[in-house]
């Protein structure tokens, strides 16, 4: 049981959507990941990159709250706690459009949550955003 | 999966798809003849009867060095994975033999393997693979079984869905054909949180991530086999529109034999992650060939300027059928590709109909050459480190 929590804790984990910055710090405290900070126009994303590779991009508004996320790396990152309670919410819709199709991309289009997953075997790529909670001048393409 | 059902009787829409697509492709290309390294291969419903675009074939295990064996048909081949995967009895498969269970030092390897839109979960086990003339000894390959073990929740916490039944599958197994040797490759082979948890040793039914050598990990089996071991030639003849199946040839080896010599085909490397670029409207992209993908899946409605269908936001659904170019690149060497996309909900009203040359859909940030790419083109894929006469892969060519 103790190796099992390890484990767990080991695992790439970073900030939540929808959730204040502020929660980019705490979880860069008990994961094995850098980060860096790039001030962009209208936001600030926040970088963190895992010991796996995985390469997470969080965007924040001038409020301070995550509108947005990206991913990239060798393997997904924990969509759990990167969605945080939204996870729900991707989860069910993933699962109820289940259909033969191995590498099809998953895309989620919801009011308001949008979460898009792609790549490959050894390549993953995708975003999640809040689309009302995005700043107006940026576009979800600068989500990646 | 209902999505797939609703095919209702509209013969219109074939030439309502038609309409500019296929003038770019030439006729069908000779179809490699009968011969120890080639492999049927057919486009079709595949074993579940509503898959679209799904490209399979038949594979030979047998438990090793005897004759204990079971040949599986309905294997989704898969230039976008790597290893063979098979699903069991217990996941509503074909296979009944009892492989010999790879083992770690904290007990049986478990596979928790993620694909974009599911994973696999199952054990690691040995057999012996033969494909057409082609016979590889003691390959570890996923056995898919949802009963295997307890489902670790690091693979769970994906939030894509588990892939371990027929219909979530829509196959009989995954033959990953990619250009890559090993699944994971060495990542998974070291301790600690560099290891990206695809692989458990599971103590009864508890598992725990284990490191595991890459020989150890699933094996692209072309690289296995004595010969003909560099690569793998898929070709399919052109189409246009859409039919209820196509017929075509998976070659192995690239330039090993007279019939999977290069000829006129462009070299495009590959980068580490599997990938080259894809150039559309002016802006480059990550990009990646993959017989595995049933659609070609590219970008989003703000770059395409198309739709996405209304039952199924995995689709694009123009109003009409868009003639469009991408140039594909790897630093030099590039290609134009022209293609045609059409409104899948359109498409997918031919009833009978499960090859569809124009079928689309959105993909975050990265071209995804999937099935129809395929269609009147000899596509090799050559496997990292091996040496062909066009130089070491990995590498596309087509």
Redesign the interface.
Known sequence: MI??LA??C???GFAVLGEDVSSVQTDRAYI?ATMRVMPAQNYTVHELR?????VVREYASASGRIFAVAWQG???P????L?GSY?EE??SA??A?????????????HPGLVV????????????AYLSDQMPSEV???EI? | MKFWAIMALCLTAVSLACGGGGSHKSSMLPIAASSSNVQPIVVNSGPAGNYANGLFTSVTLCVPATSNCQTIDGILVDTGSFGLRILSSAGGGALNLSLPQQKASNGNVGECALFVSGYTWGSVNTADVMIAGEEASNVPVQVIDPTFATVPSACKSAGVPENDSLQALGANGILGIGPFAADCGGACAQTGSSNPGMYYGCAGSACQIAAVPVPQQVQNPVALFPSDNNGVIIQLPALTASAAILNGSMIFGIGTQSNNSLGQAKVFPVNSSGEFTTTFKGQTYPAFVDSGSNALFFLNTNTTGMSTCSNSSGFYCPSSTQNLSAVTSSGSPSQTINFSIANAETLFSNRGDFVFENLGGPNPGTFDWGLPFFFGRSVFTAIEARSTPAGTGPFWAY
């Open positions: 190796a099992a484990a767990v080991s695992l790439p094995n895992s010991a796996a590779g995985v060798p393997t997904l924990d969509m759990k706690q969605l996870f991707f989860q993933a699962q459009q289940t259909r033969p199709g191995g590498h099809s991309p998953l895309i989620v289009q898009e997953l792609g790549g490959h075997m050894r390549s993953f790529v995708g975003r576009s979800n393409e990646r």
